[in-house]
Nanobody, 120 residues
Framework: QVNLVESGGGLVQAGESLRLSCAAS????????MGWYRQTLGKQRELVAS???????NYTDSVKGRFTISRDNAKNTVYLQMTSLKPEDTAVYYC??????????????WGQGTQVTVSS
């Protein structure tokens, strides 16, 4: 009943751009905040960007000015436009959705991950 499908990863050169998409299918539930996380081998998964249902955004310092998160509430889809990519951005990127269940309880749901590789 809850499924997040990511797309848009790939291999690019430094300075180029990628756009990640994540469509959340959560019927009969609803989605509150959404976000993107990334993880490299030996590292903790870290928040890259998040966005509330009302469009309030938060970014980790290393991507400010380069990445833009957005969402389409009607489609339960979140996007991450990544520009001026750096090799340090190389990671598996995971989509996250805060799912609201019956009675108002909440839980996190995760996408399968999509690889972003930036070569120098």
């Amino acid at each position: 009943q809850v499924n997040l499908v990511e797309s848009g990863g790939g291999l690019v050169q430094a300075g180029e751009s990628l756009r990640l998409s994540c469509a959340a299918s959560v019927y009969p539930y609803s989605v509150a905040a959404m976000g993107w996380y990334r993880q490299t081998l030996g590292k903790q998964r870290e928040l890259v960007a998040s966005i509330t249902r009302d469009g309030i955004k938060n970014y980790t310092d290393s991507v400010k000015g380069r990445f833009t998160i957005s969402r389409d509430n009607a489609k339960n889809t979140v996007y991450l436009q990544m520009t001026s990519l750096k090799p340090e951005d190389t990671a598996v990127y995971y989509c996250n959705a805060e799912v609201v269940y019956y009675g108002g309880s909440r839980g996190d749901s995760w996408g399968q991950g999509t690889q972003v590789t930036v070569s120098s």
